[in-house]
């Protein structure tokens, strides 16, 4: 019993687990920082903002945001205090293992949201219930990817997370850098497809068009575009809009 307790200590790395955090929230910063210094994003950014103002001075709001931030917050600290440190490795690894492993496990995660999002959130259950509070926002904006029910934010984070741990036994323990690319793409691609952008234009036509995907899907709750990160599944299983 001692020597299994030893060697489940030996391989829990919470250093790499803090350094993964602390480079997290300075690359978000960092990327934020540099990316609202380009006019035409600056001007979404500013019209994100009055929509948000809005949508906050309704009651259904702050509760919702409020509720569903704390849940992940709880989870977030339990990934990186608990979860993380037995999945993460500070030890140098082959370059072309980074996005690999990004894709793999961008890849396997989505297949599953996939599945979750179109037969559980969509279905005939409760969970339809829970999903269509976030359906409320038939025209979504930035504060919308916060606007979900605490439930949802949980079983989304909870996927995430099991997926980065079924992997990393899998594939090994992965590097700090696959995990903060990992990380910083997962929940800014789920904020991006919540914005209002109208750019119609080079080089921001493929942001507009991401956008509007899943634009598409809160229409309705009849209405596909599942995936949250790749179009492959709606365009593999027929539901792509």
């Known amino acids: 019993m001692e020597d299994l307790l030893t060697a489940a200590w030996s391989s829990y790395n919470w250093l790499g687990s803090i350094l993964a955090l602390v480079a997290i929230i300075a690359l978000t910063k960092l990327g934020k920082l540099l990316v609202f210094k380009v006019p035409a994003l600056a001007e979404m950014k500013r019209l994100n903002r009055e929509e948000y103002r809005v949508k906050l001075k309704k009651d259904k709001y702050p509760p919702i945001i409020k509720a569903s931030q704390k849940i ?15 999945c993460i490795t500070l030890t140098a690894q082959p370059l072309w293992m980074v996005p690999l492993h990004l894709l793999a ?28 509070v976030h359906h409320q926002a038939r025209s979504p904006t930035y504060i919308d990817a916060h606007y979900v029910h605490p439930t949802e934010t949980f079983l989304g984070l909870a ?18 850098v696959t995990v903060v690319l990992l ?3 997962y929940v800014q691609i789920n904020q991006i497809n919540h914005t209002m952008v109208k750019l119609p234009y080079f080089p921001y036509k493929t942001l507009s068009w991401i956008t509007a995907k899943h634009h598409k899907h809160h229409e309705s709750m009849q209405i596909g575009n599942y995936a949250s990160i790749t179009l492959i599944y709606d365009k593999l ?5």
């Open 183 to 185: 990380y910083v793409f």
């Open 72 to 86: 992940g917050l709880y989870c977030n600290l339990a990934f990186f205090l608990i979860i993380l440190p037995f």
């Open 105 to 132: 496990i961008l890849l396997v995660y989505d297949f599953f949201y996939y599945l979750m999002h179109r037969f559980w959130f969509h279905g005939n259950g409760s969970m339809r219930q829970v999903h269509a």
């Open 159 to 176: 996927l995430f997370f099991s997926t980065i741990i079924a992997m990393s036994l899998l594939l090994g323990k992965l590097h700090i």
């Open 237 to 241: 299983f027929g539901t792509f809009e």
